[in-house]
Every structure is written in structure tokens, then in C-alpha cells.
């Protein structure tokens, strides 16, 4: 979304090439978070990016841990039809990466798989090599010099059991290939496979790499010979994210005393206040709650809630109670809503018998049209990047209490949407958003709290900005769901068995 506005003949940016990040290390090193992470950080850059990951491309081929021959992932000789399933899955997902570059004009492929070997390595780095793409390992390594060459190679390790455990409980266990199991049994046998790739994992000691190692999930970064701006912003990147579990919580602001005016910095209104208050009662019990279903399934650590709000008064002023409560309340002046210009307090009605051509030009492309003296949401996309990258950088649960317009650029960030969709995402307010980034795709649930006066669902008079919920004012295709009703999570894994409401591929739940 925050791509330079421009397009080249080959679908590639920034003079980089074509690229592919190789994953290397052992499992449960945070090798499939980070992986996902960047392609979504990419996305957001414009670079088209996509993961091929080896462990989805088996479950495919073969299916889920139970389908998998018992020597599969041990150490020494394996029988025939083993060796050949194996080298029949590799040769697969790697053709599948191959035709990505060639036919489908792909810039950045993240290569997810363990690679623990020297001679895996080199295998596939000269594959990719012969055929031009420059790549990038994650992997095992030591503080070497590496000479100067093509590839940069990235190191994704970590000694440290409890991270491991941690990263097991939370992600693994709740991976396709666990489907159905046991928590205990699943947690058994993945820790069964982890000793039998230590046992044939080979550090990186290839000095002819250039490399960026991870240790311990961000504890330690350590680079060398990055070439190029788009491998230097995937270092800055992978400089600011971890992999641990945390939700992200998103609320638009209570109503204020004057609605329709962006320069109006006005205070809640009544009915804002007592919205404030309904929100923070359910924030705090959907967190209990989770806590309660996170304990039952043997993770006992808790999170604390920050929140964070624009510099506007009625959205500071809906974290009061959060406030008054002692949570920690940050204002980010970047987070203000997107600005309207001359079309500030305006009905659609209006906009278009004003400015017919700029209202024209603007229903063509809502995601990048700037009417005059204002934003658009090109704009507001590059203005929010400091708050995406401190966003991943935050550690603990976060609530965003907000304006739709923000909120928008943001769960497009987090769910990978394409920028053309951004302006189209509904952000009712009385809904509150919970996203929790996962190695196995994000999954979002919209849960219904508020039914109070400034809703604002539906163009419902001049109380609406239709700039600022353009998504709600010119009735677009994607509808919202019914707030009494449930429906589908997301993940990889697939769908529940739940009625269907998806953004752009990615669907928000809503339960009443």
C-alpha cells in the first residue's frame, strides 16, 4: 500500500531483481511467523511476494502427521519410497517457486523449510542461482565473514527451551498437521521431531554467504553484505518483529458533540461517554475470557493491554476509563483520521453536484484520488508506516481505539489486502475488532457491543463524514454481516463450519 505509485514493465520495484528469502533452522524457531510477517510487510510496500512453504506443500502430497511414513524425518537411511516421497515433495514446492519467477512475474519468494544441512543448502542456492534470483537463508550460523557475492543468507535460531515450548503450544500444535490431536500428544511428538533434526543439523559455517542471522527471535541481529534498498528495508523489517503470541484489539471512538467536522476537535457526546464505558466492560471481559480458554489449553502466561488512541479528543477521551483505570494510554498523532480537504463535512450528495470531476476520478480509485487539500489513502498509508512498524514491535495486547479511516489502513496491513480494497473495509462503531497475527494465517473475530445513537452503519444523516466512512456511505459490494450473527474465522487450516463473510479472502467473525 505504500508502494511508490508507479508500475514497470517486468512487475518488479526498486532495480532488486528477483529475490527468495530461504528459510533455514530448526522447527519451532519462529521460521513460518517471521516468513509471514514479511511477505505481509512486502505486500504492504507493493513488492508481489508470496511463501511456499515445504511443510504445506507435504500435507498436500501426503496429508497430515498421521499420513507421514515413520521414517520420514529420521536421522540416516530411510527405505526407497521414502527417499522418493521426500525428493518428489522438494522437487514440487521448488518448481512451484521457479514458475512463480517465471510465469507469474513474482519479485520476492519466502522459501519455508528447515534446510539443515550443508549440502541442502548449497543445492538449492545453486538451483536458484543458475536460474538469476538472488536469495536469502534463515539458518543456524556462526559470527563469520562471509565474501561478497549474490546471496544474502538470514539466520532464524534459538536455544532457549522456554521460547520453543512457548512457540510449540501456541502455534504448532494448532497447525494442519496436528488437526484433531491431543494438546499433550502433538506437543510430544513435535518435541520427537525437533531431536531428530538436531540430530542431523549442520550450523552454517559457509563463509561464501552474505547472511543475517536472528538469534533467539530478535535477541540478536547479526548482518553482513546487504546490497540494495529492498534487501535493506527486509533487514530493517526483521529488525523490528517477534513471533510471540499476542491480540490486537481495534475500536473505532465514541461519538462526538459535532460528527461531521474533521477541523471540529469536538468532546464526546453523551451517548460517546457511555459508549466509552461499554467499550472498556468488553474489552476486559473478552480478555478474561481468552485468558480462561488459553489457560485450559496449558498457557498460563498473561498479557498486558496497552491502548492507543489518535491526538483527537473524542478518541482519547473513549480510553478514559482505561485511563482511569491505570492502563498505560499512548496518543500517536499519526493514528488522526484521514483528511477530507474541500470535501470536509460534506454528503456524497453534495460532494458530487460540487465537484463532479473530482467526484468522478475519485470513484475510479478511492485508494489513491486526493481531492484538493486533502488525503488520500495512499497518503495515510505512508503516514501510518512508523505506527505499523511499532506495531510490530509491541509485545504486549494492544487496543487501538480509533478512527474508521486508520483502522482501515491498518487491518489491511494485518490481513494482506490489496490496496484497492482498503477504502471498502467497514468499520462500524459498537464493533470491536480482534486480530491475533499467527504463523498459520491471521485469524479476526467482530464481536457487537454497541447499538447506541452514532452507530453509523448506514449514511444515516449528517452525522456522517462519508470521506472518513466512505466504505458506509457509498454502500459498496462488501456488506457487513448481520451483528446477532457468527461467521468464519480465518487460517490457513480453513474455514468453520460458520456462515461466510470475507474482506478480500480474509474473513471477520461476529458474534452477538
Not at 224 to 246: D, P
Amino acid at each position: 500500500m505504500a508502494a511508490p505509485l508507479y508500475t514497470t514493465d517486468s512487475g518488479r520495484l526498486f532495480h532488486a531483481g528477483k529475490i527468495i528469502i530461504i528459510c533455514v533452522g530448526l522447527p519451532a524457531r519462529g521460521k513460518t511467523h517471521i516468513s509471514r510477517a514479511l511477505e505481509r510487510y512486502l505486500h504492504w510496500m507493493g513488492v508481489t511476494t508470496q511463501v511456499f512453504s515445504l511443510g504445506d506443500y507435504r500435507r498436500r502430497v501426503i496429508g497430515g502427521a498421521q499420513d507421514i511414513p515413520e521414517d520420514y524425518f529420521k536421522h540416516g537411511v530411510k527405505s526407497p519410497e521414502t527417499h522418493a516421497l521426500r525428493k518428489k515433495v522438494k522437487d514440487g514446492c521448488e518448481a512451484n517457486i521457479l514458475n512463480y519467477f517465471n510465469k507469474q512475474r513474482g519479485q520476492v519468494a519466502i522459501y519455508d523449510a528447515n534446510n539443515g544441512t550443508k549440502e541442502s543448502r548449497n543445492e538449492v542456492a545453486e538451483k536458484f542461482e543458475a536460474a538469476g534470483v538472488h536469495v536469502i537463508f534463515l539458518g543456524k550460523g556462526l559470527r563469520t565473514r562471509a565474501s561478497n557475492g549474490r546471496f544474502m543468507e538470514t539466520e532464524s535460531s534459538c536455544d532457549n527451551d522456554e521460547i520453543v515450548e512457548a512457540n510449540i503450544r501456541s502455534v504448532k500444535i494448532s497447525s494442519p498437521d496436528y488437526k484433531g490431536w491431543d494438546p499433550e500428544k502433538a506437543v510430544a511428538d513435535y518435541w520427537g521431531r525437533i531431536k531428530t533434526h538436531e540430530a542431523q543439523y549442520e550450523p552454517l559455517t559457509e563463509l561464501k554467504w552474505p547472511y543475517i542471522k536472528i538469534i533467539n527471535v530478535g535477541e540478536k541481529i547479526l548482518i553482513n553484505a546487504i546490497q540494495g534498498y529492498l534487501q535493506s528495508r527486509i533487514i530493517f523489517f526483521l529488525m523490528n518483529i517477534h513471533n510471540k503470541y499476542r491480540t490486537i484489539y481495534f475500536a473505532r471512538s465514541g461519538q462526538s458533540l459535532i460528527e461531521h467536522s474533521f477541523k471540529a476537535d469536538s468532546d464526546l457526546s453523551p451517548a460517546g461517554t457511555e459508549y466509552a464505558e461499554k467499550l472498556k466492560d468488553f474489552v476486559l471481559e473478552r480478555r478474561r475470557k481468552v485468558q480462561e480458554e488459553r489457560s485450559k489449553a496449558g498457557v498460563v502466561q498473561s498479557k498486558r493491554l496497552v491502548v492507543w488512541t489518535s491526538a483527537r479528543r473524542r478518541a482519547y477521551h473513549t480510553a478514559w476509563p482505561f485511563v482511569q483505570m491505570g492502563y498505560r494510554v499512548i496518543e500517536k498523532p499519526t493514528m488522526g483520521e484521514i483528511n477530507p480537504g474541500v470535501w470536509d463535512g460534506l454528503s456524497p450528495e453534495m460532494a458530487q453536484k460540487r465537484y463532479p470531476d473530482e467526484w468522478e476520478r475519485f470513484l475510479r480509485d478511492p485508494y489513491s484520488h486526493r481531492a484538493p487539500r486533502a488525503e488520500s489513502y495512499h497518503d495515510l498509508a505512508v503516514r501510518l508506516e512508523p505506527t505499523i512498524i511499532e506495531l510490530e514491535r509491541e509485545n504486549d495486547d494492544l487496543l487501538i481505539i480509533g478512527h474508521a479511516s486508520v483502522i482501515r489502513c491498518l487491518l489491511a496491513y494485518l490481513m494482506g489486502l490489496p490496496a484497492h480494497e482498503v477504502p471498502a473495509v467497514e468499520i462500524a462503531r459498537g464493533d470491536l475488532l480482534e486480530v491475533v497475527p499467527a504463523s498459520y494465517g491471521v485469524h479476526s473475530q467482530a464481536f457487537h457491543f454497541w447499538s447506541g445513537p452514532g452507530r453509523g452503519t448506514g449514511g444515516d444523516g449528517p452525522e456522517e463524514n462519508f470521506y472518513e466512512n466512505y466504505a458506509e456511505a457509498t454502500k459498496p459490494s462488501i456488506k457487513p454481516a448481520d451483528p446477532e450473527e457468527m461467521t468464519e474465522t480465518t487460517g490457513q487450516d480453513g474455514p468453520k463450519d460458520t456462515q461466510e463473510n470475507s474482506v478480500g479472502g480474509t474473513t471477520i467473525t461476529l458474534e452477538g
